[in-house]
């Protein structure tokens, strides 16, 4: 039973950026992918869960992910936000590279019960002081980050099943150890996942997610929303998959936000489609 992995970007990089397994590569096989998004939305939820209407704000990234088996029991695995662009109506749009993130995931247990555990580190190098200026108003902007400034740490711990060679299923838990930006110590992240897929034809998956995230507050005092301090949400996605040969295929994710079990606070909530262009490589 192998790994599906899949990038899922939204207003931030780090929700589920990759379908969370108890499996791990084998030694010297890889997989990979280079995806697409673009959404837009006026809706944001501030930090109390209350709804407000706002100037409609736009997201556009193209991101990369890879893993790659060092042995049968550990895997290095990359992701990259190759090209985010950021921008309200009305504003100039900043343009740039995001925060990468490096992880290493450990094969506890294999077999029926794969078990994994991996750490990551998301890595401060998008810019932080990026400003989109108003179109309208000479002078005036806001900070519109493509990173978030901070050194932040990420554990996950893994669990799947394969009910046969056409099924399987997946729950991970996660925890986000998180930094400071200016003085102002961002709030840790509590984040529970869970994964059906199904073998539909010999060339092609379907796999139901579900994610949600709490923030384990510091303070109540929080940042923008596009660091992600304070921010909560529930997530359902469908993701199909289909190989179209010599180790390529294409992924195509509809994902859309709710209240339960984790109601959406400090983020703007949009339904939205990801497409993507994957590869394996395998002994």
Known sequence: M????????LIFSTVGMAAQSGWTREKGESWSQL???SWKSSNYYNTSGQKIHTNTFHQRDINFYAEYGLNNRLTIIGFAPVYRELSFTGSTAVQGPGDPRVELKY???????PLSFDVAAELPLGNSEARSHSKEIPGVWINLPLGDGELNYWFTLALSHPFSSKAYFSLYNQYNLRGSYNNVEFSDQLRFGSEFGYKVSPKAWLMVKQQAQWSLSKSKVFTDFARQDGTTFSNFSLLALYDIGKGFGISLQANVFSDLPSARRN???????VIGITYERKK
């Open 2 to 9: 192998k790994e599906i992995a899949v990038s899922f970007c």
């Open 35 to 37: 995806s697409y998004s």
């Open 107 to 113: 094969s506890i247990l294999r077999k029926n019960w």
């Open 267 to 273: 983020l703007y909530s949009a339904a939205n489609a």
